[in-house]
């Protein structure tokens, strides 16, 4: 998906897997390649995410529409 919003918004993208980062150790080997951290950075702001296994998502609370 950041590849995608990268091509629409331009920017400045960075990702690092699981298995690039200190979890590496911590995660499955299907886990490996999938995005521990992921960051769109445009000119005045940024958009982050990651890919979280099923076990850990935690519906999002607390925001006001």
């Not at 920017?11 to 979890?23: E, R, W």
């Not at 521990?36 to 099923?54: F, N």
Request: no cysteine; hydrophobic share 35%; charged share 25%.
């Amino acid at each position: 998906a950041f590849e995608f919003y990268e091509s629409l918004l331009g920017g400045s993208l960075a990702m690092t897997s699981f298995d690039d980062s200190p979890a590496a150790n911590h995660v499955q080997q299907e886990w490996k390649e999938r995005i521990v951290h992921g960051t769109l950075s445009l000119e005045k702001s940024e958009i982050a995410g990651a890919d979280v296994p099923p076990d850990d998502y935690k519906k999002l609370e607390g925001f006001i529409y």
